[in-house]
């Protein structure tokens, strides 16, 4: 008796056996408990140097802000102390984000073959690369010019009568750097969404090229929610924001000339006997 040739098809890892519904919610139950864990822990241990979190942000302020006794004012007796836990979550957050998205992988690693895995993973290596980048590039170039245009409205010169000083609550100005920073970084994930979608095939690069009119404005719509009320900083954000949309175009077009996830994972099927 001959064998019969090995199906071309045939998938190159088969999952060891076929998780319920059950138990898929106990590893994911699993996953997002040590997630937590590992980001509480991060969040207690960041609160111990939130002193020196605090000098690092407040640093672009300092450095556009003349004279020698500037300072951050607090008015409630609590707002310091709720201040410095802020802090504390947000290095926590980004401490633990690396095993947040390991956990996650880890999770829908096993039900993915191996050509699946290979499409999967870039976009898990790209996705903190290009949100610390955001991150950067708000706090190098963004805030230290936003900053300087505010405080250009200072003026403390007598022959205006009375001063006109900033002295920002510590709160309101740690919670707007905060949100910049998170806000840029989750701007900067574009080319990895799309990305995604046209590997997919939700979406095309034509289709992209076609709206992208539609998206432009769309993009300095989001610039003008997130970034401070001045035409400078919805600039600095929307200018990057339209240069990584032609990337995630260019992207999703090269992505194209290489099969879907969904024909990828229709041809790790195993053959019906």
């Given at each position: ?7 071309e098809k045939a998938p190159e ?6 998780m319920s519904l059950l138990e ?250």
């Open positions: 008796m001959t064998t019969p040739p090995p199906d890892k088969t999952p060891e056996k076929t898929h919610l106990v590893e994911l139950r699993r996953r997002l408990l040590i997630s937590f864990l590992f980001f509480a822990c991060a969040t207690v241990a960041s609160y111990f140097f939130a002193a020196d979190i605090y000098g690092f942000l407040v640093k672009p302020l300092a450095q556009v802000l003349p004279g020698e006794n500037r300072r951050l004012i607090y008015t409630g007796l609590g707002e310091a102390f709720i201040t410095y836990l802020k802090l504390a979550c947000f290095a926590g957050g980004f401490l633990s984000f690396p095993v947040v998205a390991s956990q996650l992988w880890l999770f829908v690693a096993p039900g993915l073959y191996k050509n699946e895995k290979s499409v999967f993973l870039p976009f898990l290596v790209a996705t903190p690369a290009l949100f610390m980048t955001g991150a950067a590039f708000v706090y190098y170039l963004v805030i230290p010019v936003a900053w300087k245009f505010f405080a250009g409205f200072e003026s403390l010169h007598p022959a205006t009568g009375m001063p006109i000083q900033l002295e920002a609550r510590v709160s309101e100005y740690l919670s707007l750097i905060m949100t910049l920073i998170f806000a840029f970084g989750f701007c900067f994930q574009m080319p990895v969404l799309l990305t995604l979608l046209g590997r997919v095939g939700i979406i095309s690069s034509e289709w992209l090229a076609d709206k992208r009119r539609y998206m432009i404005v769309l993009i300095f719509i989001v610039a003008a929610v997130l970034t401070p009320p001045d035409i400078l900083s919805q600039f600095m954000l929307a200018v990057p924001m339209m240069a990584l949309y032609e990337i995630s175009v260019i992207l999703v077009r090269m992505g194209e000339k290489k099969p879907k996830i969904a024909d990828v994972a229709a041809e790790n099927e195993i053959p019906a006997p």
